[in-house]
């Protein structure tokens, strides 16, 4: 959940280390620290609050020097403290680590630690890994008391680690992302290729237990499992520019304006991947729809859509997919769906299902993650980087796949530039300002209620988590004929109630919405036709399987300009991030 970036090489490791930096704020913005080798000392600069709010208190320019190591934080050991801050060192200051990850065994190692005299100065558990390595260095030079540290640990980790005196970066990589990117006399490490995209197009991928020793213009690796291997480099073309938040006051609005073009490249994949889906979904015995989140509910859509094409799947949030591990076998096909490819709890589910011999398909944005190297075979979201953490046009892409296999599934054919232009026309400029009049009359509610049916209910339970998780307003969705069963003693005079209404359902909802209505509720309907029991009616066209992806936009826009209103900032919503890449 954290991000880590190191750079050594023959420039000024400062500006790199801080534009790095920047760019993985969207894996955390709790505090931020830098770790300096300059003047023959380590200079650690560190802080709480958000990356400018820190340097330009501190000034991470300063000391200039060719070798650092940097890290934003999202707290998951200890509070949100300058001491809890990243870089963590050791006893004599001479060693620093950043680390993103859990160590599991930490507390253990800590009471060694203590027991051979070593004082820790803040809760978490990453500081034991600087003070392991020290105590490692009394008898070993430093590559080597890193690598028998390492060892030691248990749980996931991504670290870096500098000392004093060494010209160079020790790494490893356990459950968590770290890339090397290299160039001529010029070595990174990062937390995902985002951050070192302004500077090299090489990257290695490393995998689990790879150790790493990065100089200038020199990487070194072996695996703590397997010895020394070969990991070959990658280049990558990307026009960053194309990712940086421009004009736009955040990522998230310039995001969800860039979903037409998003569906589009989505909804055209590789004709032969499209059919090697295709076929395996066919053939299997079982297929789990595995996700978390924002995915699990583009998962759930699937499901809808596939059993209209008369295909049983089951959708499963990764994190309780180990409790149906005794349906899995070789004839079970798991499709993991993940934004960033190193969700924790489903590469932990894609593992033991492939332990017990099921085949792996994906579904995923981020090219060289480890989700896509678990897989027998993926297909790619082709959604650009997303850097707000709400998942907005990456939902549209991941539906947009589903559609497609749908499409296959079923021999319906679907016209991908029609579903373009309405979605162009859901984003203009009239629509937009419309929803900011619908926002005005909600920002000020402490609960939203949403209901639909069938692939409306998955739309319901999006909008929601959308609304909650940058709006902080309370939101449930629940499936329209379920809100007699005990919800409908929520609602009150005023309560505002939002209704996904389409053609498939139109009856069964409205005669659901007209029961809110009789309560109290204050009826927002999402519907092709307006209807006497709406208080406000937003306009969507009908377009039966394609309906979670227009409906769901008046909705993005909806939550992102509640959070405006209410004066959060949508892109870092408090105590998420975007990657969840610990249990």
Same mark, same amino acid.
């Given at each position: ?16 280390? =801080? ?15 830098? #770790? ?32 650092? !190591? ?11 403290? &300058? ?30 630690? &203590? ?9 978490? +558990? ?6 392991? !390595? ?45 890339? $090397? ?8 490490? #990062?937390? +995902?290729?985002? #951050? *070192?995209?302004?500077? @090299? ?21 072996? %695996? ?6 070969? &990991? ?24 969800? *304006? ?30 789990? =729809?595995?996700?978390?989140? @924002? ?5 759930? #859509? ?32 798991? /499709? ?8 924790? +709890?489903? =590469? ?52 947009? $796949? ?16 029609? /579903? ?30 949403? !209901? ?37 003693? =929520?609602?009150?005079?005023? @309560?505002?109630? !939002? ?12 005669? %659901?919405? $007209?029961?809110?209505?009789? &309560? ?17 009616? /937003? ?41 969840? @890449?610990?249990?």
């Amino acid at each position: 959940m954290c991000g880590i970036i190191g750079y050594v090489g023959n420039k000024e490791a400062n500006r790199i280390l =801080l534009e790095g930096i920047k760019r993985l704020e969207y894996r955390g913005y709790d505090s931020v620290g830098i #770790a300096l080798f300059a003047n023959e000392k380590i200079v650690i600069k560190k802080d709480v609050g958000k990356i400018e709010e820190v340097h330009s208190k501190l000034n991470f320019l300063e000391p200039k020097t060719y070798l650092g !190591i940097c890290h934003t934080r999202w707290a998951t050991h200890g509070n949100v403290t &300058r001491e809890n801050a990243h870089p963590h060192s050791d006893c004599d200051e001479k060693i620093a680590i950043v680390h993103n990850g859990i160590i599991e065994n930490y507390q253990k190692i800590k009471e060694f630690l &203590r027991k051979k005299g070593h004082k820790f100065k803040s809760q978490t +558990d990453s500081e034991t890994i600087a003070h392991l !390595i020290e105590e490692f260095s009394k008898n070993y030079e430093f590559v080597e008391a890193c690598k028998r540290a390492f060892s030691m640990l248990q749980g996931s980790f991504a670290i870096l680690a500098i000392k004093e005196g060494e010209n160079k970066i020790v790494g490893i990589r356990k459950d968590s992302p770290l890339v $090397i990117g290299i160039s001529e006399n010029e070595s990174f490490a #990062a937390s +995902d290729i985002y #951050a *070192l995209l302004p500077f @090299t197009k090489n990257f290695i991928f490393l995998q689990n237990y790879d150790f790493v020793v990065v100089e200038a213009g020199k990487v070194k690796i072996e %695996n703590l499992i397997n010895g020394n291997v070969d &990991r070959k480099v990658e280049r990558i073309d990307v026009n960053f520019e194309n990712i940086d938040k421009k004009d736009f006051h955040h990522f998230m609005i310039k995001e969800i *304006l860039e979903e037409a073009n998003v569906f589009e490249k989505a909804f055209n994949q590789n004709e032969n991947d499209v059919n090697s889906f295709v076929e395996e979904i066919k053939k299997a015995r079982r297929i789990f =729809l595995v996700a978390a989140g @924002t995915s699990y509910h583009a998962c759930l #859509a699937g499901s809808y859509l596939f059993a209209k094409a008369g295909i049983l799947t089951k959708p499963i949030i990764a994190s309780e997919f180990a409790n149906f591990l005794d349906l899995v076998d070789e004839n079970t096909l798991i /499709i993991a769906v993940s934004q960033s490819g190193e969700t924790a +709890d489903v =590469l932990d589910a894609v593992r033991k299902a492939k332990e017990k011999g099921a085949k792996i398909f994906s579904i995923l944005n981020v090219y060289g993650s480890s989700l896509m190297r678990e897989s027998d075979k993926y297909m790619l979201m082709n959604a650009g980087f997303e850097i707000g953490v709400a998942a907005t046009k990456t939902y549209v892409a991941q539906l947009a $796949i589903f559609l497609l296999l749908y499409s296959k599934l079923s021999n319906k054919k679907i016209n991908p530039e029609e /579903i373009k232009a309405k979605i162009l026309d859901l984003l203009s400029r009239s629509r937009r300002e419309y929803i900011e009049k619908v926002a005005e009359k909600l920002k000020n509610s402490q609960h939203i209620f949403l !209901i639909g049916r069938g692939l409306e209910y998955v739309t319901a339970l999006e909008a929601a988590l959308k609304i909650k998780e940058i709006s902080y307003i309370h939101a449930e969705a629940f499936p329209g004929g379920e809100i007699k069963h005990g919800t409908i003693a =929520l609602i009150e005079n005023g @309560t505002p109630c !939002i209704v996904f209404v389409g053609r498939e359902n139109e009856r069964e909802i409205l005669s %659901n919405t $007209i029961e809110l209505k009789s &309560r109290g509720g204050y009826i927002i309907g999402i519907s092709p036709k307006n209807n006497e029991v709406f208080d406000i009616w /937003i306009k969507v066209p009908e377009c039966e399987g394609e309906n979670p992806i227009v409906q769901i936009i008046p909705m993005q826009i909806l939550a992102y300009q509640l959070a405006i209103l209410k004066g959060y900032n949508p892109d870092y919503p408090r105590s998420l991030a975007k990657s969840v @890449t610990v249990k």
